[in-house]
Antibody, heavy 118, light 108 residues
Framework: EVQLVESGGGPVQPGGPLRLSCAAS????????MNWVRQAPGKGLEWVAS????????SYVDSVKGRFTVSRDNAENSLFLQMDSLRAEDTAVYYC???????????WGQGTLVTVSS | QSALSQPASVSGSPGQSVTVSCTGT?????????VSWYQQHPGKAPKLMIY???NRPSGVSNRFSGSKSGNTASLTISGLQAEDEADYYC????????FGGGTKLTVL
């Protein structure tokens, strides 16, 4: 059974940093495209970032470019999202998600809530 | 603004069938067979229900089916049950990594 477990969320002040982690099990992590998808309170799903299996290819939604960095450690089956210069509009539940190919997200973590507020 | 357009809400009575539409363009929905549908209950993570337009992952009820015509994909839920009440999102390869805006299904 695939398990994706996020951690690292919590309250943070505007302009501050936060690092999210995702521990993966039950899948061949080193062969998987991984993503972060977020959902603001009462809103829909928004893709945030993607990273290739070997970590060399990364992409981001325009609103987080230059502020967020996605990375992975295949030896530890872990995915990360370093979030800097956080804004109120970054407040959301952040999900760790596996893309099985062609933009099909077949495995989702339970999510971790990030709240940016003074 | 989502690249894929969904109705904000649909509703149906137990036992009936309901259809949720997802309208895109010839560069996404109409241009490939990689449309997916996700179900999300309140406070829970989304769950993949349909992939590649009409395929069901193992464990998903056969009451859920998907189809596509031109630039519009559809999710049909037959034999509606109370537990089907949830939000439903579509996605498509080629849609600039965007999801549909979501449809709230209410079981009357």
């Amino acid at each position: 059974e695939v398990q994706l477990v996020e951690s690292g969320g919590g309250p943070v002040q505007p302009g501050g940093p936060l690092r999210l982690s995702c521990a993966a099990s039950g899948l061949t992590f080193s062969s998987s495209w991984m993503n972060w998808v977020r959902q603001a309170p009462g809103k829909g799903l928004e893709w945030v970032a993607s990273i290739s299996p070997d970590g060399t290819a990364k992409s981001y939604v325009d609103s987080v470019k230059g502020r967020f960095t996605v990375s992975r450690d295949n030896a530890e089956n872990s995915l990360f999202l370093q979030m800097d210069s956080l804004r109120a509009e970054d407040t959301a539940v952040y999900y760790c998600v596996r893309d099985r190919g062609y933009w099909t997200f077949d495995s989702w973590g339970q999510g971790t809530l990030v709240t940016v507020s003074s | 603004q989502s690249a894929l357009s969904q109705p904000a809400s649909v509703s149906g009575s137990p036992g009936q069938s309901v259809t949720v539409s997802c309208t895109g363009t010839s560069t996404d929905v109409g241009g490939n067979n990689y449309v997916s549908w996700y179900q999300q209950h309140p406070g829970k993570a989304p769950k993949l229900m349909i992939y590649d337009v009409s395929n069901r992952p193992s464990g998903v009820s056969n009451r859920f089916s998907g189809s596509k015509s031109g630039n519009t994909a559809s999710l049909t839920i037959s034999g509606l049950q109370a537990e089907d009440e949830a939000d439903y999102y579509c996605s498509s390869y080629g849609a600039n990594r965007m999801f549909g805006g979501g449809t709230k299904l209410t079981v009357l």
